[in-house]
């Protein structure tokens, strides 16, 4: 049987859950952008944009953050068809 | 009955809900319910739900089934979804911005005609005529160089000038197929370019179209 994954909305999250979530995957932010651990702005794997805090989504797959727009979500769907 | 704390399930509804006090302890069960693969997240879950919707429709089966080109699929998908902007402008242009930016001026061509129903049009006009892996290939190159063999007619141009320009690229590239594409005052248009352009083009060239009331594709391609 398949897993199934909840889709949680992040819209009324406090900025420090955000944060917590992000820290808890090795990662951090600045309030604006998702930084690495060494502070740089982390770029969306599918189109190379730095990805905002107030837009990110975490999706399963080695910690997977990324920007909630449409170009990301069809390229995650493409490559994980399942997953969410 | 055992008392005890309350199931995923309950928490997991909670946070939908957004009645979720952030306890400490809470916040834990969250990001150990991610590490569990129980839970994702998104900001947007509406957007997450117009690009699934598109990828359930029967127009993405006949997609998936001629399209194999990974990028080619992503780029469809975000058709469709522009078609589901129609009606909200603002999101409709962000996309387009987006995907011009990701995958340039070709990539937007394409979308487009995916929006306006091309890519299916231009399959059920040709299905039955070529074998499957070779209307694959067709459709593929087609897509990839949207700019050059999807021609996009408007109510407002010149039949003699668009003949003139089309019979030139098709003498210039020899192009197995090239689509002509208008919708509404556009559609005597496209009629009147299709005629001029089969009293004129060689004789290997075939035209086939499928028109409704709202708009009309006319498939040129090369009968080798």
Redesign the interface.
Known sequence: MRHTVSLVSLKGFPIEVKKALLGSIGYGSDEVFVLDKNGKKVLDRYTGEPIRIDNMMILPGSDIVLDSNPVSIASYLEEYPNRI | MVDGPPSNIDW?AG??R?TLD?TEDK?KQ??AA??N?????????E??K???DQ?ESEEWTIIQTYVKN?SL??IC??GL?LRAYETQQEKAQV?RD??C??FGNDGLHIAEAIQNGILTDFIMTRIGDVQSGDLSKQIENALKEAHKYIVFVKDIDKAEERIFEIKTRIYAEMPDTLIIYGCRGAIMKVRKIAIGLNKTLPVSYKFKSNQTPIKIIVVIFRDH
């Open positions: 997991i946070l939908t957004g952030w916040v969250i990001i991610y590490k693969r129980d839970i994702a997240f998104i900001e947007d879950a957007t997450v117009v690009i699934k990828r990974k699929r992503i998908n975000l979804a996309l987006t995907i930016r990701v």
